[in-house]
């Protein structure tokens, strides 16, 4: 019982991080230096096209998921 709840702490903790980061998401970036934006992109995106002058993206999972989730009716502040 103690591996699980050890086990739920240090989700959470991991849950609490990447959102603080995406809260951040732009301020980081903007900041970075070049090879950093480089992983920062290579790690959210998994396919990054031009065609006619307009960027085309593919999100990385889990990314990809929780964009579609969020696009959900029941998830939306209205």
Known sequence: MAAHVDADKASLITVKTVLDLAKRAKEIYESSKVDE???ILNFLFSNLE???KKAIITLREPLDRLVAVSDHPKCRKE
Do not use: C, L, S, V
Request: net charge positive.
């Open 37 to 39: 934006k480089r992983q």
């Open 50 to 52: 031009m065609k006619d």
